[in-house]
Structures are given as structure tokens and as C-alpha cells.
């Protein structure tokens, strides 16, 4: 019986969580929050990889969630970018792109968003960015690295609104 109760979590405790794409890679506006985008490729595995990285951020961060759209509180990531780099770690012909926005809502409503939009640089081009070049290992990330960036960042902002 124990065992059962610590298990048990309301479903009101619970983040849905869930990830589309962009489908008109015409489309300038996230069809969400109304924002600027700046479209390009999505690979296969992108919102995949939105989905694990909230899992894993939103464990972290103790935050009960389901995959769902339908929760009182969730978290919706728009992708519209997920561009794989093309290359090793250590030589690219092509740096990881990722574009999304993460949109939290409370009963039906939009009361957050998080903008995400990043390509990799190579540090040469912003010397600004040695911290986040160090943190990175040296090296070139993959699009889901890349993306988990910006999941940790979103979740970090969200956090006193999803308790």
C-alpha cells in the first residue's frame, strides 16, 4: 500500500508536454504566440529530441509530467529548425541549427513563451561566447545537444509556474 501511494501523483501536479513541427516552411510566424521565426529544415528526429530533453529537464527539476495536451498546465515546443551539423566534433562542413519556441500554458492559456534560436559558431567568429565554447567541451555539437541547451533554458524559466 505504501509503494502505491508514493507512486500516486493528482493530475493536477502534472505538465502535459508535447512538440510539433513546422509544417510551411513559408511560414514566418510561429502559429502559436505570433512571433517571428526564422524557418529552415526539420530532421526527422525533432520534436523526438524536444521530448526527451523536456523529459529529462522537467526530471531534474522534480516536476511530475505525461505526455499530453490536455494537463491544466503544459508545455507545448514549436520546432520550427532542427538542423543536424554535418561533420565530426571536431570538423564541420556545417554547424547544428536549432530553432523553437516553447509555450506554457495554464488552463487553455498561453501565459509564457521562450524563444529559442541558435546556431553553432565557431569561436573565431564571437570570442564573446568562450564560456559557452568551454562548456561544449571545445567541440562541435549535435542538433539534440544543441537543442537540450535551450530545453534546460526554457524548463529554468517555466519552473515557478509549474509547481
Not at 521565426?37 to 526530471?59: F, N, T, V
Not at 543536424?84 to 492559456?109: D, I, K, N, T, Y
Request: a negative charge; charged letters at 25%; aromatic letters at 10%.
Amino acid at each position: 500500500m505504501i509503494l502505491l501511494l508514493a507512486g500516486f501523483v493528482s493530475a493536477e501536479a502534472q505538465v502535459g508536454i508535447f512538440a510539433d513541427r513546422l509544417l510551411d516552411p513559408k511560414e514566418y510566424y510561429c502559429p502559436v504566440c505570433k512571433k517571428l521565426i526564422r524557418p529552415g529544415h526539420i530532421g526527422l528526429e525533432g520534436e523526438a529530441s524536444m521530448i526527451s530533453g523536456a523529459r529529462e529537464a522537467l526530471a531534474a527539476a522534480n516536476v511530475e509530467y505525461v505526455l499530453g495536451r490536455e494537463e491544466e498546465k503544459r508545455i507545448g515546443f514549436f520546432v520550427f529548425r532542427f538542423e543536424e551539423r554535418r561533420g565530426s566534433g571536431w570538423s564541420v562542413e556545417r554547424p547544428a541549427s536549432v530553432g523553437f519556441h516553447a509555450h506554457l500554458f495554464r488552463q487553455g492559456s498561453l501565459i509564457k513563451v521562450f524563444e529559442f534560436n541558435e546556431t553553432q559558431q565557431p569561436l573565431s567568429e564571437n570570442v564573446l561566447k568562450l564560456g559557452t565554447f568551454l562548456n561544449r567541451g571545445g567541440r562541435w555539437i549535435t542538433a539534440g545537444e544543441l537543442a537540450k541547451e535551450g530545453i534546460d533554458r526554457a524548463i529554468e524559466l517555466f519552473q515557478e509556474d509549474l509547481k
